[in-house]
C-alpha cells in the first residue's frame, strides 16, 4: 500500500476497481479469501488516508479526543476494543463517548469513492466504541 501511495496509485481508480469486485467476491465461493483481502486493502486505504489528517485541535479537551481518534486510526482493527476500552470514561479512560464520537466527523470530496471508504472506515470504529460502550453500561 505504501508503494502504491507513493506511486500515485492509490487513487479513485483502484476503490472503483476494489469495490467493483468486492460483491462479485462475496457470491464466489471458488476464491475463499479473497472478499477479506480486497476489505483489507479498502481499510489500509482509509487508514493511510486518515492518519494523514489532523483531528486534534489546540483546546486541551479536543486535543485529548483527537489524539485518541488518530490512535485507533492508525491502530489495526483487530486492536480496537482494546484502545477503545483503556481510552474512554466507560472503561479506563479520560474521553467520553460524546467526545470520541464528535471526533469521527470528516469533510471529503462528495460523493466520490474516497468519500464512501473513509466514512465506512470511521463508522466502523464509532459503531465498535458504541457496542463497548452499551456492554459496559450494561445496555442490551
Given at each position: 500500500m505504501i508503494?502504491?501511495?507513493?506511486?500515485?496509485?492509490?487513487d479513485e481508480g483502484l476503490l472503483s476497481e476494489v469495490s467493483a469486485q468486492l460483491p462479485q467476491?462475496?457470491?464466489d465461493g471458488d476464491t475463499p479469501g479473497l472478499e477479506a483481502m480486497l476489505l483489507k486493502v479498502?481499510?489500509?486505504y482509509a487508514s493511510s488516508i486518515l492518519s494523514k489528517r489532523r483531528y486534534a485541535n489546540k483546546v486541551e479537551e479536543v486535543l485529548k479526543a483527537g489524539q485518541f481518534l488518530e490512535t485507533i486510526i492508525r491502530a489495526p482493527?483487530?486492536?480496537?476494543?482494546?484502545?477503545?476500552?483503556?481510552?474512554m470514561t466507560v472503561g479506563k479512560g479520560g474521553i467520553s463517548p460524546e467526545e470520541h464520537?464528535?471526533?469521527t466527523l470528516i469533510r471529503t470530496e462528495g460523493g466520490s469513492y474516497q468519500q464512501c471508504i473513509l466514512i465506512e472506515y470511521l463508522k466502523g470504529i464509532q459503531s465498535r466504541a458504541e457496542e463497548i460502550v452499551q456492554v459496559l453500561q450494561g445496555k442490551p
Open positions: 508503494q502504491r501511495e507513493r506511486e500515485g496509485q492509490l467476491a462475496k457470491e479498502l481499510q489500509l482493527e483487530e486492536k480496537w476494543n482494546k484502545i477503545l476500552l483503556n481510552g464520537f464528535a471526533r
